[in-house]
């Protein structure tokens, strides 16, 4: 089973930004892999920080705070998981991890038939009946990053603008 976690964003100013490009010009790939970059690192960055992309700090998961670890970064396996897809026209920053969704947006896990989950926190093993994970957003598109990404789609035009003079 495949799980699919899509963001899509629309802002005012890269439409703005990209209103000055000529008709002529359809294949924006080079621009779209620079915008994907940007999100990847974005994205990355949000892991090293813990942060939402809104800049707000994500609140500690047990797991981290009871082994000194990083809240989302047990493993690494899903940051590693980070991956871009572009097009002539699109630039996408995601994962194919199908508990991607329960960080990015939380959730509340109960145990099969009403019956208890079982989990092992450091060396003590833990018995409850749920467990409630907070949203820790990894994806999305903060202030920072629409401002990163209207300075490289306007470097962008630039460049372009003087390789055609």
């Known amino acids: 089973m495949t799980a699919r976690l899509e963001i899509k964003i629309n802002t005012l100013p890269l439409e703005r930004a990209l209103a000055g490009v000529d008709q002529d010009m359809t294949d924006l790939t080079p621009l779209m892999d620079a915008v994907a970059a940007d999100m990847e690192l974005a994205t990355m960055e949000r892991f090293e920080d813990?942060?939402?992309p809104d800049g707000k700090?994500?609140?500690?998961?047990?797991?981290a705070l009871w082994d000194g670890g990083q809240t989302l970064r047990d493993t690494g396996g899903l940051q590693d998981s980070i991956t871009t897809h572009v097009t002539a026209t699109t630039a996408e920053v995601g994962t194919n991890k199908i508990y991607a969704g329960t960080h990015q947006f939380g959730a509340t896990i109960r145990g099969k038939s009403g019956g208890n989950l079982k989990f092992k926190i450091g060396k003590r093993w833990v018995t409850v009946?749920?467990?409630t994970i907070p949203a820790r957003p990894f994806l999305g598109f903060g202030q920072r990053d629409e401002a990163?990404?209207?300075?490289?789609v306007t470097d962008w035009l630039e460049r372009r603008g003087h390789e055609n003079h």
Do not use: L, N
């Open 148 to 152: 990163q990404v209207v300075a490289t």
């Open 50 to 52: 813990g942060k939402d």
């Open 57 to 63: 700090t994500w609140k500690p998961s047990i797991r």
């Open 129 to 131: 009946p749920e467990v």
